[in-house]
């Protein structure tokens, strides 16, 4: 009867550890986040929890004392169990030090796979619902035991002071990196669409770019001139039947300001006085962060602005709408007509490789480049790679699911190119240990942001709405059979 007691307090303190071992490493992967949420929404056990994770230290100073006092007591609770096997009978001495031994064996084995492995592996897959059921058992220890937790607490206080560690390293920030690899493991798990992905990445990309990286360049500004008349800026404005206009009003080299055609419909009369209606325009370097830009718009209230060279030549024209479309892609009102770009009629089967053996993204241009006759690269190569260089310096171009889009805006391109590279190893990205099956090679004018923005509108659609054109990236033999399955793709999402 006494052996079966025994028997019993041993398995109520081997639960007793796993509970406490369960407790510490739930509160350990337990995102705050999610605890703080729950709690806004009224959840009873998450304000308790959420308390103990504000006192984090505390909370595992508590799960770290019941281990230990639960740990000495199953010892001592062990040694009585092998003392009665011993006195149970008669034993020889070489049977007596194998009783011995097994009974260690048993005892330690059940406290290192019950007590310890298995809770702890069961925290690490249950997390919250771990968490949320131990928080009030928790908070009753922390009750019972705060005199020995408050001496404790602050002798390790002192101690790690002694060491130079008295402040705690707050990790709780995460660097633009570290948020990518988040937001790509939750696209993969389902948790959000490849296109939403494409929309985070795009606002991470905003405090890298500048200005002539969204601009549309002056050679396709439409302007009005307050010296012609009006039938000929009315031409102007049916022809593009744009809002807005840059006014000439004497240098042809330097508008004066804008025209909103609001303005011209309200006014009453004949013909209107451009220059007299005209309203102030801002100017912007270049190379003005883009993100300061639209946080300028806004506080202003304006919704264009000229853009000038460090010479302060005029170069182009932005408005608010070329801004967010970097962040959510090309906008289109009822009035645009402009062609759709399809990714199909920028490739040939030369631009498509299946056997990349590059270990970067870079270095998988490079090849591919190299591959290919020089009078069919739109620009030398050496200039190419130095801007999709400097393009990947900024931030890394993998998207998650294996697939990168290594990109550059170039001055002097004509018509935007295309590759598509596939390694079977997989490109190394920078800011991830996953690495990139498929990369898309983009190219485009720079000074024609909508180009860039419309390509990977696309490859986001095809990418993540059809299953087919993923298979076939990651499955076909030949250039011609990605081509096809491209432009059957692209057809199929139009349709």
Known sequence: MEFLILGLVFALLL?????FVLAEFSMVKVRSTRVAELAAAGERRALRLNVLLERLDETLN????????????????????VDRILHGGTHSQWLGALVVAGSYVVVSG????????????????????????????????????????????????????????????????????????????????????????LFIENIFDLGELRTRDAMRARAVVKCLDANRPWEENLAVVRASRFTRYPLLAGDPDRPAGFVHLKDVLMREGGRPDLAAIMRPVVWVKETHPLESLLSEMQ???????????????????????????????????????????RLADLLQEDQIHLDIRAESPLSAVAEALSR?????????????????????????????????????????????????????????????????????????????PRIHQRLQATIATLMSESEYV?????????AAEVLEAIRTGEQAALD
């Open 15 to 19: 639960a007793l550890n796993g509970a």
């Open 62 to 81: 508590i799960c770290q004392v019941g281990i230990t006092l639960a740990s000495v007591a199953l010892g001592m609770v062990g040694k009585e169990l």
């Open 110 to 197: 059940s406290h290192i796979l019950l007590g310890e492995q298995v809770p702890k592996l069961a925290a690490l897959r249950l997390v919250e619902r771990a968490a949320l059921p131990l928080a009030r058992p928790l908070w009753v220890v922390r009750k019972i035991f705060f005199p020995l937790l408050w001496v404790l607490d602050r002798a390790a206080a002192a101690i790690l002071r002694a060491l130079g560690l008295a402040r705690p390293v707050d990790d709780s920030q995460f660097s633009d990196d570290e948020l990518r690899l988040v937001l790509e493991r939750s696209q993969e798990r389902g948790m959000m669409s490849f296109r939403r992905l």
């Open 299 to 341: 506080r202003r209230r304006v919704h264009v602005a000229l853009v000038e060279d460090e010479a302060g030549v005029w170069t182009g024209f932005i408005t608010l709408e070329d801004v967010i479309e970097e962040l959510v892609g090309t906008i289109r009102d009822e009035f645009e007509d402009e062609e759709i770009v």
């Open 372 to 448: 290919m006759r020089p009078e069919r690269l739109p620009r030398p190569a050496p200039e190419i790679l130095s801007s999709v260089d400097a393009r990947e310096r900024m931030v890394s171009t993998y998207l998650g699911q294996g697939v990168a889009m290594p990109h550059a805006r170039l001055a002097g391109l004509i018509r935007p190119f295309v590759m598509i590279l596939r390694s079977e190893r997989g490109l190394k990205c920078a800011g991830t240990d996953e690495r990139a099956r498929i990369a898309f090679v983009l190219l485009t004018p720079q000074g024609q």
């Open 470 to 478: 993923r298979d076939r990236l990651f499955s076909a033999e030949s």
